[in-house]
Every structure is written in C-alpha cells, then in structure tokens.
C-alpha cells in the first residue's frame, strides 16, 4: 500500500500477514498538488519474487529499498486495490485505530504501469506457475 502518513509518503507490504515490509521518506510531502509514485523493479517475471522499490514525489526518489518476496500465488482483480481508503484489513497495523484510513484529499489521477512487457516465454511460464498453484492449493482445500 502506498499512503500518507504523519505527512511522509509511506510503502507497506504485508505477505499475508507474515512477512512484512515497510519504506517511508524521510521529508514529508510539499503542500499543492504533489505527484506520489512507487516503482517496484521485479527480479524476475515470476511469483514471489523480490526486486528494489523506489518512492518518488514530484518524480524524485526520496526512499529507495529492497523486498525479499512478492505474494506467490495470485488474488482476484481487485483484491488489494482500494483507491483512498483501506476497505478491508489495514496493510499496516500502526494505523489500525484510524481504519478505514480515508484519504481526505484530492486524488486527480492513478496510473498503474506494468513494465517491461513480458515475453511470450515468460508469460508462458508464469501462466503455467499460476495453474500449478492454484491446482495445488485446490487439492489442499
């Protein structure tokens, strides 16, 4: 999850509950419209997988750091993707008192940009992880 918090734009990564990992700038956030991005740089095109992740404001980092591991399975399409709120469980517990934790700002934009595109053997191996965990985590229902 990407927020503001105490002024600072803050990353939270919560692996079901089990690993956890978070990042936050050190400067908090100028006043005015600010543009807030976080780029994640995948080791590889697979699940679970690690990779540097980068805060940026106004297109400058201002937090770089490293995620061992990614989720290895997948969540539905909009599993994880509340927009100015936190609609399920909080991703970071230190603001659990404050959930559903409503951005009270404007929001003029969000843009998801999934780059480099993957190969066709890449998307090929990555589809066939997925059917095999899915497959595996069905038969142990």
Same mark, same amino acid.
């Not at 995948?42 to 106004?58: F, I, M, R, S, Y």
């Not at 997948?74 to 709120?85: E, H, K, L, V």
């Given at each position: 999850a990407l927020y503001v918090q105490d002024g600072k734009l803050k990353h939270h990564y919560s692996m079901l509950g089990v690993l956890e990992y978070t990042q936050a700038a050190e400067t908090p956030l100028p006043a005015g419209d600010v543009g807030v991005e976080m780029v994640f740089a995948?080791?590889?095109?697979?699940?679970?997988?690690? #990779?540097?992740?980068?805060?940026?404001?106004? %297109?400058?980092?201002?937090?770089?750091?490293r995620m061992e591991h990614t989720v290895p399975a997948?969540?539905?399409?909009?599993? #994880?993707?509340?927009?100015?709120?936190d609609n %399920?469980?909080?991703v970071d517990r230190s603001y659990a008192d404050k959930a559903p934790f409503r951005f009270n700002g404007e929001i003029k934009q969000v843009v998801f940009d999934i780059a480099p595109d993957m190969s066709d053997e890449d998307r090929q191996a990555l589809h066939e992880h997925a059917a095999q965990t899915l497959a595996a985590h069905g038969a142990s229902a």
């Open positions: 995948a080791d590889a095109p697979k699940p679970a997988t690690g #990779g540097e992740v980068t805060l940026l404001v106004n %297109g400058e980092p201002v937090a770089v750091g997948r969540f539905s399409g909009y599993a #994880g993707m509340d927009i100015g709120c %399920g469980l909080v």
